[in-house]
């Protein structure tokens, strides 16, 4: 009799053992339902809503898929540490050579993308600029895409809430902040230089035996407009590919330095600038008499600019300039 009471204790007792697994795993069913929904509300939450000059994107916060066509957002991802996928390979500035391994997938050229190769890599994100502009919508139909432009008539309000964005996109505001914070320091500093000389300069882009003037609010004119040069001429066109001249109006205008961007040795062209531009009638000029013939870089200037990397070296070729 005793063994029975025994054995239907031991039974009562499983029975509320197994009853009791039973109720926690029902608490933690319902615990880990709670810990996905809350998951997929914080997914919701990170992310971004982007509206920019050619239509709106919604990305998602850290994307891990990047495509960049512009050079001054990739020297800033580089900067900040943050890893790429897929760069146009075919014109890659010297300072960035690094992203032409074959660990990054080749998206193109600049201005001819390859858009089988970004549609294979299902990217979370594609950031685009001026050269690719007219083709928005066909990047926008792979992935969100942003464009990150440089409003040149206010460069630097511009390039500052173009790093913040980015920044914020990456989580990475508090580099971001510190490296704008250092860029406006060797801005204010070069600017406070080139005021105080009170020289005049003027910007040329050699291009094939041909020459294009550039002066305030122009593609170039950070020089005049941000680091403070005086401009040898202030009714320049403004437009993209600059106002075409000759080598009289240069000696017309004889500036005290004349910064020269030589295209030929950003895209590989045949003609350089120096054989082009040092010729007779610019030697007549005080840019020439005083050895202030200043070639910036083109794979800076010419095909990168508006980067946290590029702006720092823009400033540092300008003020080396002084």
Not at 98 to 104: E, N, R
Not at 130 to 145: G, H, N, S, V
Not at 282 to 290: E, L
Request: net charge negative; aromatic share 10%; charged share 30%.
């Amino acid at each position: 009799m005793t063994r029975k009471w025994g054995l239907l204790g031991l039974v009562f007792t499983m029975m509320f053992i197994l009853a009791a697994c039973g109720g926690n795993a029902k608490e933690e069913g319902k615990g880990a339902k709670t810990a996905a929904s809350n998951k997929t509300e914080t997914a919701a939450a990170e992310k971004m809503t982007i509206k920019h000059q050619y239509g709106e994107a919604v990305v998602e916060k850290n994307p891990q898929k990047v495509v960049v066509f512009d050079f001054g957002v990739l020297d800033t991802l580089d900067e900040l540490g943050i890893e790429v996928t897929g760069v146009p390979q075919t014109t890659i500035p010297s300072y960035l050579k690094k992203y032409a391994d074959k660990k990054y997938t080749n998206v193109g050229s600049l201005k001819e993308p390859d858009f089988e190769a970004i549609h294979a890599l299902k990217p979370d994100v594609i950031f685009i600029s001026t050269r690719q502009a007219e083709l928005y919508d066909q990047f926008a139909e792979i992935a969100p895409t942003v464009y990150i432009g440089i409003d040149y008539t206010n460069y630097m309000d511009s390039f500052e809430k173009n790093m913040n964005l980015i920044g914020e996109i990456f989580g990475k505001e508090d580099k971001v902040a510190s490296e704008l914070k250092d860029i406006e320091a060797s801005v204010e500093k070069v600017n406070k230089k080139a005021s105080a000389l009170d020289q005049k300069g003027l910007i040329v882009l050699a291009n094939e035996g041909k020459v294009s003037a550039y002066g305030p609010s122009s593609r170039f004119g950070l020089i005049h407009d941000v680091f403070g040069y005086g401009a040898a001429d202030k009714q320049i066109e403004v437009s993209t590919h600059g106002q075409s001249i000759t080598f009289e109006y240069i000696k017309e205008k004889n500036p005290d330095v004349l910064f020269v961007i030589d295209r030929a040795t950003a895209v590989g062209g045949e003609i350089g600038a120096k054989e082009i531009v040092e010729n007779e009638l610019v030697k007549k000029t005080d840019a020439y008499k005083k050895d202030k013939i200043v070639y910036l870089d083109a794979d800076t200037w010419y095909l990168s600019g508006g980067g946290l990397k590029s702006v720092k070296a823009m400033a540092k070729e300008v003020e080396e300039a002084l």
